[in-house]
């Protein structure tokens, strides 16, 4: 079974603008070119797993979503940096689209999205890492069963520190950090 990093995408692999669905937007974060690559070395795949609640919400499309992935890939591209898998949750029980406005199992904190990566891609969860910028990141890796979780302090991680602390997380200050971090275990 391979292993992988599970990266939340806003706030964790590009700056966190809301609902995020023009390309020329993307703003990488500081250093997650050599973060990924450095995933990418250690064997491991890297996959961006994200809610995207403005396309239940009527605010743009999973083709807008598609055109912002590709400028992040292209944005890497010069790095030697892969992400190899793009999961998103288009749902949001509030939504105005009726196909997405639902409840479902891929919206984090739920852990859906992972399960699929984990299905399709021949993931073994135990082996894999979680970080992202909010709690919800966090419960969504646990759920899944990954080894290990962190929260980063970009995005929206700064506003969830006191709470991230209260619970006894693990906190780092950016993905090149956290893949640091989680690489020594």
């Not at 969860?125 to 899944?144: K, M, T, V």
């Not at 990954?146 to 950016?174: D, H, P, W, Y």
């Amino acid at each position: 079974m391979k292993k992988a990093f599970f990266l939340d995408r806003d706030g964790v692999i590009n700056m966190d603008v809301d609902y995020l669905h023009k390309p020329e937007d993307v703003v990488l974060c500081p250093g997650v070119g050599k973060a990924v690559r450095k995933i990418n070395e250690a064997g491991y795949l890297a996959v961006v797993v994200s809610n995207q609640s403005g396309i239940a919400r009527g605010m743009y499309t999973l083709r807008e979503v598609k055109a912002v992935e590709r400028k992040i890939r292209e944005l890497l591209e010069p790095e030697n940096a892969r992400l190899d898998a793009f999961y998103y949750c288009p749902h949001y029980k509030d939504g105005s689209v009726p196909e997405f406005a639902v409840e479902c199992a891929c919206r984090k904190p739920k852990p859906g999205l992972l399960l699929n990566a984990i299905r399709d891609l021949g993931i073994d969860p135990s082996a894999s890492f979680l970080i992202g910028d909010q709690l919800s990141d966090l419960r969504a890796g646990e759920e899944a069963g990954c080894k290990a979780v962190v929260m980063v302090t970009t995005g929206q991680g700064f506003r969830n520190l006191e709470k991230a602390r209260a619970e006894n997380r693990i906190v780092k200050s950016s993905l090149p950090e956290a893949v640091e971090y989680l690489l020594a275990l």
